[in-house]
Nanobody
Framework: VQLQASGGGSVQAGGSLRLSCAAS????????IGWFRQAPGKEREGVSC????????WYADSVKGRFTISRDNAKKTVYLQMNSLKPEDTAVYYC???????????????????WGQGTQVTVSS
């Protein structure tokens, strides 16, 4: 079982990045996928989540209207499009897979079964 996050990099404020989370070794269709981030000295926080079918998506208030999560189950990949990036978005971003997540649980790390290795996003002012 493996989740591979990629697409991070360094951008200036106002720029965009698209993160990808590629799954292997398990059936992605059965899993909800979340994105989390952790900035230096801060706790890991939930950024967004998409249900296995794509029917529901959730976002942290801090990224609503700027980030969009999507998935392509045929390609076994989940995406996080990040627009209008701010310096406070700087963090290591992780994707994770879980099941039966809901609006009141998707942001809880312990609800996820598998984690990717993380990709660094740096936004300069």
């Amino acid at each position: 079982v493996q989740l591979q996050a990629s697409g991070g990099g360094s951008v200036q404020a106002g720029g965009s990045l698209r993160l990808s989370c590629a799954a292997s070794g398990f059936t992605l269709n059965y899993y909800d996928i979340g994105w989390f981030r952790q900035a230096p000295g801060k706790e890991r926080e939930g950024v967004s989540c998409i249900r296995s079918s794509g029917s529901n998506t959730w976002y942290a208030d801090s990224v609503k209207g700027r980030f969009t999560i999507s998935r392509d189950n045929a390609k076994k990949t989940v995406y996080l499009q990040m627009n209008s990036l701010k310096p406070e978005d700087t963090a290591v971003y992780y994707c994770a897979a879980g099941r039966f997540l809901y609006s009141n649980t998707w942001y809880i790390s312990d609800k996820y079964d598998y984690w990717g290795q993380g990709t660094q996003v740096t936004v300069s002012s």
